[in-house]
T-cell receptor, first 115, second 112 residues
Framework: EAGVAQSPRYKIIEKRQSVAFWCNPISGHATLYWYQQILGQGPKLLIQFQNNGVVDDSQLPKDRFSAERLKGVDSTLKIQPAKLEDSAVYLC?????????????FGPGTRLTVT | SQQGEEDPQALSIQEGENATMNCSYKTSINNLQWYRQNSGRGLVHLILIRSNEREKHSGRLRVTLDTSKKSSSLLITASRAADTASYFCATDRVDSSYKLIFGSGTRLLVRP
């Protein structure tokens, strides 16, 4: 079974530039998550999709971050414009359903450095 | 919003010893999960324990849950160098059971 795919793996940009990340979840998984993980901390949920609808985006900085999951499969997360504090690893995960009773499968992450 | 806190923040042990890490949380939960993160394999699910369960085993892993104290522990027996990683607990609150909230993690170093 193929895992969660993410690209790119690494990205270096200057502040005020824009960047986009892509995620392809495990086939058949209805729920897709984007997390931000700052060095030394646990993953923080940015946005959660159930199929192509948003379940939770309460911690997404909507003035600069946006995400979409067209057709309920793959997803993109965009930052525009980037700030220095956006330097982090961005993790995509998927699960069968939106419930804490299901394990989440994580991709390798995208390490973003904003200079 | 912080839900889980792992303790200790860092742990260093000798290969073959047991490692115990703890997780405390603030509000009632339905489930608690433990994940491991290392540079080689990323973030991987280890074990899930439901609120009506007190103990679960998986290989060398033993997880306990005490809902009255709002705490859980993860025991790794006969540790190996390959167990070197960060370990996170993640909980789903009863009032928002559709998502997990991760703690800040315990960094485990197993010395050969």
């Amino acid at each position: 079974e193929a895992g969660v795919a993410q690209s790119p793996r690494y990205k270096i940009i200057e502040k005020r530039q824009s960047v986009a990340f892509w995620c392809n979840p495990i086939s058949g998984h209805a729920t897709l998550y984007w997390y931000q993980q700052i060095l030394g901390q646990g993953p923080k949920l940015l946005i959660q999709f159930q199929n192509n609808g948003v379940v939770d985006d309460s911690q997404l900085p909507k003035d600069r971050f946006s995400a979409e999951r067209l057709k309920g499969v793959d997803s993109t997360l965009k930052i525009q414009p980037a700030k220095l504090e956006d330097s982090a690893v961005y993790l995509c995960a998927s699960s069968l359903q939106a419930s804490g009773a299901y394990e989440q499968y994580f991709g390798p992450g995208t390490r973003l450095t904003v200079t | 919003s912080q839900q889980g806190e792992e303790d200790p923040q860092a742990l260093s042990i000798q290969e073959g010893e047991n490692a115990t890490m703890n997780c405390s949380y603030k509000t009632s939960i339905n489930n608690l999960q433990w994940y491991r993160q290392n540079s080689g394999r990323g973030l991987v699910h280890l074990i899930l324990i439901r609120s009506n369960e007190r103990e679960k085993h998986s290989g060398r892993l033993r997880v306990t849950l005490d809902t009255s104290k709002k705490s859980s522990s993860l025991l790794i027996t006969a540790s190996r160098a390959a167990d070197t990683a960060s370990y996170f607990c993640a909980t789903d609150r009863v009032d928002s059971s559709y998502k997990l909230i991760f703690g800040s993690g315990t960094r485990l170093l197993v010395r050969p």
